[in-house]
């Protein structure tokens, strides 16, 4: 086997000073930190997004790359794309690499949609003559037919989307990097584009994807990485840590909880302080089927005067979509909350969810205009199990049972006639 | 497969000065190519009235500065006809301004690709400059047709006019460099630039006549390479000998202020995906 990637202990310190993450500094600061005296700066803690990380993936290896928010995963990528440096450590690619960290990046709405095929293609590493050779292929990927020389300014958000995956879609490096990009557009469309990539695995070429989607990690790639506060905790066939994820405390946090401003999902308006799940008042991952759950949301509305809605979604472990509820709690439904600190709670009810684990992601979002101010994907997580108490909607029944959702429903029964007046 | 492609690419964090890899940059030449054709693209393609605009802006311009100068304070510009002496003066300055600001602020306003894909970054500041390129041809165009119509002979010394507008080019890509790479670091930068480049306007004979300008002043002028720029620039458009030691001055600041940018981009270049 020859060898793609070679990753030699990289680590990547990032300093939180103050308020935000490494950020950019004004000239008075500067200026200001002359005439202050030495230690009188504000400290600067560091932090270790990715620490030691070794591996090596051989040439035609397809590779998911799995871990919860902020444990790493996109540092990673981004280090082994070249967009950000590691702090140490070393890694060589053997071979063209590209990445896509984003589907469409540098599109212009003033551009046709030629124009962008050209321009994306560019952004991305292809030449001029393989995109000018690709062109036809790219299109009829993208559906867009007679579109092709409108600006993309007036396609669809369908049409817009197929066709910044169409370019990427054509990217054939040696290396590819991928990261989520599946994660919108349709799902035909979706299916098309892993198909895409299934073909582009098969052709030798050597693939990374990080994916919140533990489906499609298993689907595509035979190996997976599990990440967690920026180490590789698991490296192997990924059926096996896509389970190791979803039954260690990675997979399931029942409290989420961010006393620290500086690294608490914000913006202007809106704080998340803490998201926890419960079930018969206790802090727990572990549900039982027939008791009901409570999604508890702790959040500070930081300025006054905006009508701000708590919401939820929540994903089984197939990544799909379970159903998404909003808080319309008659008291507060559209009206501006004043600053201060609430807690908003769901009450989803017992004999809902199926078996298995339930992912929720949590925003807070104003309604009209929509405008989401805080949104923290995968923030919670928890297990539903189904004791085989024989009161569940299991009944006696001890197989697998299919479905999203297992409602305990109430049966009616009628004798219309007895058997011996059927002959 | 090129023995360049056989090789692989290490990632390793780097530190101190190094200078740019021009042949990285020459491998990425095609998307240089491509910035520059997007925003000229864009640019004609959003303002209604495209060139129109172009050619409306410098003439209007001048003839401000005509009413200003001129016909309000008496500015001579000797033989030549004061508004076509403007022109010729606000060409070249018109096109270094627009190549600094566009440059100064081009990392930021790409902050977006910065921070999702990999390419030289250098080429971002570089393809700002070259896309005033058709501008300035526009404005060259005007002028030819002023000095015709004003039946100021265009002579032989019109050969120095591609010297004099690609001093400024890379002069303006040096300042682009500098500043593009200290307004990441520090955001005041884009509220300077302007004002910068207003107070460097009036520091350097593009309004007026050098000759107007009293003796105890003239230092000003001798000490800003811009002015050698705009001067061969008028030599070569309204005849006239070329100012050489201005030149040469100009041409040694600007390498000077070409290869410090260079190095001090590349050594901040690191730091922009995490800042941006």
Known sequence: ?423 | MSALEQRPIVIAPSSGWRPIDLREVWEYRELLAIFVWRDIKVRYRQTLLGVVWVVAQPLLTALIFTVLFNRMAKIDAGNVPYSLFIMVGLVPWSFFSAGVSASGNSLIGSSHLISKVYFPRVIVPAASVLSGFVDMVVTVALVVVMTLVYRVGLGPQILFLPLAIAVAAVFAFGVGLWLSALNVEYRDVRVVIPFLLQLWMYATPVVYPLHVVPERYRWIAAINPMTGIVETFRAAMLGGAVPWSALGYSVAVTLMVLVSGAYYFRRMERLFADVL
């Open chain 1, 1 to 423: 086997m020859t060898r793609a990637i070679e990753a030699e202990h990289l680590a990547k310190k990032y300093l939180i000073g103050g308020v935000k993450e490494m950020s950019y500094r004004t000239l008075r600061d500067s200026l200001g930190s002359l005439f202050r005296r030495r230690g009188g700066a504000p400290a600067r803690e560091t932090i270790w997004a990715l620490r030691d990380v070794s591996f090596t993936v051989d040439r035609g290896e397809v590779i998911g790359i799995i871990g919860r928010n902020g444990a790493g995963k996109s540092t990673l990528l981004k280090i082994l794309s070249r967009i950000t440096e590691p702090t140490s450590g070393l890694a060589r690619l053997y071979g063209r690499a590209g990445s896509l960290l984003e589907v469409g990046t540098g599109f212009h709405p003033e551009l046709t949609g030629r124009e962008n095929i050209f321009l994306n293609g560019a952004i991305l590493g292809m030449r001029r003559a393989e995109i000018a050779r690709k062109l036809d292929e790219i299109v009829a990927f993208a559906e867009i037919g007679q579109f092709l020389d409108t600006p993309v300014k007036r396609y669809s958000s369908g049409m817009y989307v197929r066709l910044a995956f169409a370019v990427a879609a054509h990217l054939d490096t040696e290396i590819l990097i991928v990261d989520e990009v599946l994660a919108v557009g349709d799902v035909s469309f979706q299916r098309k584009c892993l198909n895409k990539m299934e073909d582009v695995g098969r052709h030798g070429r050597t693939i990374l994807y990080v994916s919140h989607n533990l489906a499609s990690i298993t689907r595509l790639c035979p190996r997976a990485m599990l990440v967690d506060a920026g180490r590789i905790v698991h490296d192997g066939p990924s059926h096996e840590v896509v389970r190791h994820y979803l039954h260690s405390d990675l997979g399931t946090t029942a409290a989420r909880e961010w006393p620290d401003n500086a690294t608490a999902p914000a913006d202007d308006v809106v704080r998340l302080r803490a998201v926890r799940v419960r079930s018969g008042g206790a802090v727990t991952s572990k549900v039982d089927i027939r008791r009901p759950v409570d999604i508890e949301v702790e959040w500070e509305a930081l300025e006054g005067g905006h009508p701000l809605v708590p919401n939820l979604h929540f994903q089984n472990e197939e990544g799909l979509v379970v159903f998404v509820t909003a808080d319309l709690d008659p008291e507060w439904r559209g009206r501006a909350r004043a600053p201060g600190r609430y807690v908003s709670t769901a009450h989803v009810p017992g004999n809902y969810f199926s078996e298995g684990t339930l992912v929720v992601s949590v925003a807070v979002s104003t309604m009209d205009p929509v405008r989401v101010h805080v949104y923290e994907r995968d923030a919670v997580a928890f297990d539903v199990v189904d004791v085989l108490s024989g009161d569940t909607a299991r009944g006696d029944y001890g197989g697998q049972i299919p479905g999203v959702v297992r409602p305990l429903l109430p049966w009616t029964n009628q004798l219309l006639a007895p058997a011996e007046m059927t002959r």
